[in-house]
């Protein structure tokens, strides 16, 4: 990277279900956390990119003006693709602080989507219109996220002989964490057999091998390593970012459903740096299903390809393990964020922030975000 | 919750009507580059492999083999809600390596499903205005 790019602050709006809040509270109430964090005010910002709303009207409306840069729409990887324009804008100088968003309203689900809801949703529209590709995957009953991510699930089973325990133990272990955080929705502890006996979305795939819609709101606020220094929190220092695309996007034809994305993009995010995979002190993956938090784990090199579900079941991810992953307790746990919880997680830890749940000592962190056919990830680390 | 139970149709276009053209003749049609010969799903106004405008229907085997599947428990339309389960599958064409079709393993107990076993497309009715082309294990008698 041309500049040395830093994380200045980061902030959620409030996250629930069914909480009344619009798509504009969720971006407000995300900025202002993440400017107060950073103790920057609306006028220090010089970019703005988001997923999920409309950036020109929320720097617009929230003061932050003129933009120097901007990304306003796109289809990406979620957070971590915001997160990817808004390094490479201050890497490149094109801005020198720059706000990233991930803004998601809750998405209807079972009785709410096939009762019309659905069609009206952003997210679920277009699963009620079967034109385009979708003509070869929706009249089929098929094509839907929980689907792909059955198919990718027993796809790992067959391919490696990971079984149902081996996810079993990864959502476990994610509870074990979520109970440290008082911010997680889901806080009890889980057993075994809880988990086998949730109700299957599309098997292999558990309920509880998905994360949880909600109402969100995140922001992340990216600046130059030398303005990060004069800021109220300990800055915290991109070492690396990774996008990766390895087909357009279809989940459900991959020609290689074992190794996706995350595999080039690790592979791009090691030769950024000169960390290894053993020098990373926390891992932050995405969980959207349970199987991409398993597909990262071999991707980025922390265990060999289709050893993820040994890896788990060894106690590997936990605290006080030696990768502890998904400290906040994931997305299953703490609600969709789409990825921004995995970097918000991973500066938090590197601050020493997280309580009960800090890792000791964390100096180097990664997240990653999303998997199939594109995803993105980054390498985080305190001086 | 809405009680309809018509299923979602295909919209075919200029570049896939042949597909549906092909089911209802009760053909498996898959979109094949007439320069290099290397078929192409989902269909595409240009060939992947070598640049060519030059792509048509044509029909395949049926044969296949499954790549992965999943006991669909849950509907996400209407349509399908009265019938759960059904077993949505990733097939590998026999055609060409690497060239997956997304479809409905059927005539196949949950318990019998293996990654690389044999299918053969089969064309299922599934509503008075939709037929579509399923996969099921392929017959001792097709085999030979």
Redesign the interface.
Known sequence: MKRRVAIAGVGYSRVGRNTGLSEADLVIESTLAALADAGLEARDVDGVVSMGSDALRDAWMLGITPLSWFFAGGMGPAFVYAAHQAIAAIASGFCHTALALRIIPQQPTGAKLLGGGGAGHPMTAGLFHASGDRQFSLPFGAGNPPQWAGLLTQRHMAQFGTTAEHFGRHVITQREHAALNDDAFFREPLTMEQYLASRFVSKPLRILDCDYPCDSGSAVIFTTAERARDLRKPAVYVEAAALSATRDLHFEILEDMAETSPKHCAQQLWARTDLRPSDVDTAQLYDGFSVITFQWLEALGFCAPGEAGPFVAAGHTRLGGKLPTNTDGGACNVGRRHGANFCIEAVRQLRGECGARQVKDARVAVFSNSFGPFCGAALLRRE | ??TTAE???????AL?QF?WDGVAAGELRIQRCQQCRKYV??PRPVCRFCRSRELAGERVSGRASL???????????????A?V??T???VELAEQP?L?????VVECPENEL??GMPLEVTFERVAPE?T?PFFRPLRAEAAR
């Open positions: 919750m809405s299923p979602l149709l295909p919209i075919p276009d896939t597909f799903h989902y790549y992965s599947w999943t006991i669909a428990t849950q509907a996400f339309h209407p349509f399908w809600v019938r389960p059904y949505v599958a990733t690497r997956m079709f997304l479809s409905q293996r990654a939709l579509l």
